[in-house]
């Protein structure tokens, strides 16, 4: 089993940023991918940002250029950095971690980019 604690949502201006992290904890060897997934009121849940083990980034069309996703293995743990934030950001962001063909998620964490 993995464990993943997501933190560093909260509420944001327009333009702003935020940091989010993920860390993984339990049984973390052989975690393939890590990534974001996001869902807002209304609406399926879409992958914002994932990360392989080898360091490859993928990003969703949306967010290209003004999120970045990064990883340390070495504390276990990714992050979403989310700068030039628009209130279409807004959703519950979830961490998700992929290891041998079994996706792990977190408990999800708000953003809300309002004025």
């Known amino acids: 089993q993995v464990q993943l604690v997501e933190s560093g949502g909260g509420l944001v201006q327009p333009g702003g940023s935020l940091r989010l992290s993920c860390a993984a904890s339990?049984?973390?060897?052989?975690?393939?991918?890590m990534g974001w997934y996001r869902q807002a009121p209304g609406k399926e849940r879409e992958l914002v940002a994932v990360?392989?083990?080898?360091?490859?980034?993928n990003y969703a069309d949306s967010v290209k250029g003004r999120f970045t996703i990064s990883r340390d293995n070495a504390k276990n743990t990714v992050y979403l950095q989310m700068n030039s934030l628009k209130p279409e950001d807004t959703a519950v962001y979830y961490c998700?971690?992929?290891?041998?063909?079994?996706?792990?998620w977190g408990q999800g964490t708000q953003v809300t980019v309002s004025s």
């Open positions: 339990g049984s973390i060897f052989s975690i393939n991918a």
């Open positions: 998700v971690a992929d290891k041998a063909d079994t996706d792990y």
């Open positions: 990360i392989t083990s080898g360091g490859s980034t």
